[in-house]
């Protein structure tokens, strides 16, 4: 039901109201390539993004393996990327978040290679002292980004395949959360229709992940949302 929808999800600010993807992307009218977030559309990106991907803790899957800490809070195996906008944001109201400092050389390499206008590498203080109202945007979204299909048409989630062989979820899709797949589809349909400079990276990964899909005959790890997801209430 639309209704059941729209309750269980948080309101957008007006300034984020009847945002559509693709049409904005792809609208002939000029638009900002990347149009900075208000300090109200990150606080309704972390509304959004705030249910956790499972029914339960998802972290005690992957701790195990990894000195007791969750997998993907350990910067020595993933570097969160935080929106310059939210980085700024976020330290104002905590000291949770700092700029990335890489040691090694192939870490220097990557943070020049991979930086950009838009998203920069940094590092909270560790899961000890994790704030959960201040776990950035891709503390919330891992380990899916978008998925688009071969007409180009964002139709779902997939994993980050970088990651595909490390979260154990690869093997639980069916746990994750059909209202988590539908806010995480929403987020991204905003977020790429305003910052659209990163819809050529997902395409190609898309791409990447159906190449060796084939080659390997598995199935493609893809969550799509429901109906009125899809659709969109707001
Ligand atoms: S998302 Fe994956 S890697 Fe991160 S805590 Fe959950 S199971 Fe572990
Ligand atoms: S802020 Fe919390 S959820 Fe995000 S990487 Fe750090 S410990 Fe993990």
Redesign the pocket.
């Known amino acids: 039901m639309a209704e059941d929808f729209a309750l269980n999800n948080p309101s957008p600010p007006a300034s984020l109201r009847g945002v559509r993807f693709p049409d904005c992307a792809n609208s002939s009218k000029k638009r900002s390539r990347n149009r900075r977030f208000s300090e109200a559309e990150l606080n309704y990106f972390y509304a959004l993004l705030d249910e956790p991907l499972t029914p339960y803790d998802c972290g005690r899957l992957c701790a195990p393996k990894n000195g007791g800490e969750?997998f993907?809070?350990s910067?020595d195996n993933?570097v969160?990327m935080l929106y310059r906008e939210e980085f700024r944001y976020l330290s104002r109201r905590t000291e949770?978040?700092r700029r990335w400092k890489p040691k090694t050389a192939t870490d220097k390499k990557m943070k020049k290679e991979d930086e950009t206008r838009i998203l920069i590498f940094c590092?909270?203080?560790?899961?000890k002292?994790?704030?959960?109202h201040?776990?950035?945007i891709?503390?919330r979204t891992f380990p899916l980004e978008p998925y688009f299909n071969e007409k180009g048409e964002f139709v779902g989630l997939i994993f980050m395949k970088e990651f595909c062989n490390k979260c154990p979820l690869i093997h639980r899709l069916d746990d994750i959360q059909q209202s988590v797949i539908d806010k995480h589809y929403r987020f991204w349909q905003i977020m790429l229709a305003l910052k659209p400079d990163e819809l050529e990276l997902y395409k190609s990964t898309s791409r990447g992940w159906r190449i060796s899909a084939k080659k390997r005959g598995v199935p493609l790890p893809v969550l799509y949302p429901s109906k009125n997801a899809r659709a969109g209430t707001d």
């Open positions: 969750p993907c809070c910067v993933a969160p949770l978040w590092e909270c203080k560790g899961v002292h994790c704030e959960r201040n776990r950035s891709g503390c």
